[in-house]
């Protein structure tokens, strides 16, 4: 690839075509001003260099084109099948290539809703998925493996295995420690919505924030979105229980616990629960725990707001989403969002405080079922068979 | 006319009636009780979630009883009816569909006692704890269920015992050929389960069982 010469703004030029002097010097000094009328300032590259870009990525382009072929007729030997849904490719084994027709552009058609213009994300690299008997095959930078398809899958689940697989992959885009933040494949809700699944998982969402056993956590349903931003683990944390749990939190979670699960020996125990002492609850927490820790909500909170984020960035959010390279999972969010970290969070906040489910100990069609059958099983008593002394 | 099949329905039903409507009034208490110290009102960290574990918990003795009282009410309506072979009924002036609504009407009216007495104790137990920011109680939803589940027992087995022992016999043998149905087809490595193919036609929406399943949460979100 050629070094491109950017100086201020576009206005330089390699010596190739900017170079032109010489007589006659009046005519010039008339046309240059009208060159620069007509200049275009946005082609920063003369057209040698972007000739030489071009190439490249021609040459680039045929080798990835001759790669996967090689590849493809190695795989064509054993009976693989090729289908195409616009740039989205699959590769296939025979037996399971009718299923597989169907099902991808179903799939495809879903992905494109899901991603819209950020499809070419799920179109990067072909994916094969196989059948039983077939010779394995694992990922390499031109084709994906897919899970093992059943000769007697069936079409909806074979679209939701495509989805789900196209997740994948593009959550292989992510850094390990967003991946590991998100907790879940990002084409799961596309997946659940085609299953006939309407809902979300905000109103569980409320109920853990109501329920939660960390400061952090009750601290962000009272209101507190800066609490908010601590419990959803926006912001990397020095000593995490310190941040998200209190002295009370500590001590009734040990004692719910038990001895009898082992938390906490006789000695170590009495002094946390019976006593009081914030240091000894403190102390057996921590040691319990070894190094590892007690998140403050659950991996679906964080899909909540990946999810709130995408909404929030519109257009190109899951593109961002992937190639962002954020130091934080808050830079990351604002960065899916194109907004700031804390209004992704307020929006969160309100989404969850509006999901609030509804009372389940009496519903209107309960009731009302209720009081039909009453009714009818009085009108039946009244009809039953006659009496005889 | 009423109000003599009222009190002899009556003296029929209290020995049961009266600890029910009792127990009616205990049970919120009681419920409330258990799953945080009323005087307690730290109901914070870890403590939440296992208030409604516990409020989940009690729901199915709020059915039982409410099952139960129906049941009481309904075989004190008609068991004075039945030792007598129906005599005093078919003697009667009355059409038999008016009798049997004044009987009915009989079983609504002493059912009030405990379904009230139910939601005093609902409403007691509410105001009795501190609630953490989050949940709330739901006295008079649950004592409207209760009254409902309540009264869809009794009708249930009103209309059963407003029958003749044929009836009677008639449910058995359909229940008997379900149990057996049941057993031949699993003997026959069918997949289908008659009988809970109708248990679950009948305890969901809109069967007549539905009232009694679900969730009976004095307390919830």
């Not at chain 1, 100990?361 to 009085?378: E, P």
Request: with cysteine; charged share 15%; proline share 5%.
């Amino acid at each position: 690839m050629s070094d491109f010469q950017v100086g201020n703004g576009c206005g330089q030029r390699t010596e190739a075509t900017s170079s032109s002097t010489g007589p006659p010097v009046a005519r010039s000094s008339l046309l240059l001003p009208l060159l620069l009328l007509v200049a275009t300032p946005i082609e920063c590259q003369t057209a040698a260099e972007y000739q030489v870009r071009v190439d490249s990525l021609r040459d680039e382009w045929q080798q990835r084109r001759s790669e996967f072929h090689s590849l493809a007729s190695a795989l064509l030997s054993d009976g693989i099948d090729t289908i195409k849904a616009g740039p989205f490719t699959i590769l296939t084994d025979e037996p399971i290539a009718d299923v597989m027709k169907q099902a991808v552009p179903l799939a495809w058609e879903a992905v494109r809703e899901t991603l819209r213009s950020d499809s070419m994300l799920a179109a990067a690299r072909p994916i094969y998925f196989p059948t039983g008997g077939s010779r394995p095959i694992s990922s390499s930078p031109a084709v994906a493996a897919g899970p093992w398809i059943g000769d007697s899958a069936d079409v909806e689940d074979v679209v939701n295995r495509i989805i789900l697989t196209v997740g994948s992959e593009v959550g292989t885009l992510l850094d390990d420690g967003t991946r590991l933040w998100l907790g879940a494949n990002i084409m799961s809700p596309t997946v659940a919505r085609r299953s006939g699944w309407s809902g979300s998982y905000l109103p569980s969402v409320y109920v853990e924030l109501a329920t939660s056993g960390s400061a952090v956590g009750r601290t962000c349903f009272a209101g507190d979105l800066t609490a908010c931003r601590a419990a959803l683990e926006l912001d990397p944390v020095s000593d995490p229980i310190a941040e998200w749990y209190d002295t009370q939190d500590l001590r009734r979670f040990i004692e719910r616990a038990g001895m009898s699960r082992g938390w906490g020996s006789t000695e170590e125990w009495i002094p946390c629960v019976q006593e009081s002492d914030d240091t000894a609850c403190d102390r057996l927490f921590r040691a319990r725990l070894e190094g590892s820790v007690l998140h403050p909500v659950s991996p679906m909170a964080h899909q909540t707001l990946a999810a709130t984020a995408l909404q929030m960035g519109g257009d190109g959010a899951y593109g961002r989403m992937v190639q962002t390279v954020a130091p934080t999972v808050a830079d990351w969010i604002a960065a899916a969002a194109a907004a700031p970290a804390d209004s992704v969070v307020a929006r969160w906040y309100s989404n969850v405080m509006a999901a609030r489910p509804a009372p389940t100990t009496l519903t209107a069609a309960t009731g009302w079922s209720a009081l039909v059958w009453i009714v009818v099983l009085a009108a039946i008593a009244t009809r039953s068979t006659r009496w005889r002394s | 006319m009423f109000k003599v099949i009222l009190q002899s329905h009556w003296s029929w039903s209290k020995l049961l009636l009266g600890p029910g409507t009792v127990a009616a009034f205990a049970l919120p208490i009681l419920a409330v009780q258990e799953a945080g110290s009323l005087s307690d009102p730290q109901l914070s960290a870890w403590g939440t979630a296992g208030l409604l574990h516990e409020m989940e918990q009690w729901g199915t003795w709020y059915a039982a009883l409410a099952a139960a009282l129906g049941l009481a009410v309904a075989t004190g309506a008609w068991g004075s009816d039945h030792r007598g072979g129906h005599v005093y009924a078919l003697s009667l002036p009355l059409e038999r569909w008016r009798y049997v609504l004044l009987r009915y009407g009989s079983g609504v009216v002493l059912l009030a006692a405990p379904i009230v007495f139910f939601w005093l104790g609902a409403l007691l137990a509410a105001a009795a704890i501190e609630l953490p920011n989050g949940l709330h109680a739901y006295p008079t939803a649950l004592a409207t269920r209760f009254g409902l589940a309540a009264l869809v027992a009794f009708s249930v087995f009103f209309a059963i015992s407003a029958g003749t022992a044929r009836t009677a016999g008639y449910i058995l043998v359909a229940v008997g050929g379900l149990l057996a149905a049941k057993l031949l087809l699993s003997a026959a490595g069918a997949a289908f389960d008659p009988l809970a193919f109708v248990i679950d036609r009948l305890t969901s929406w809109p069967g007549p069982l539905q009232v009694f399943t679900g969730r009976w949460m004095l307390i919830d979100v």
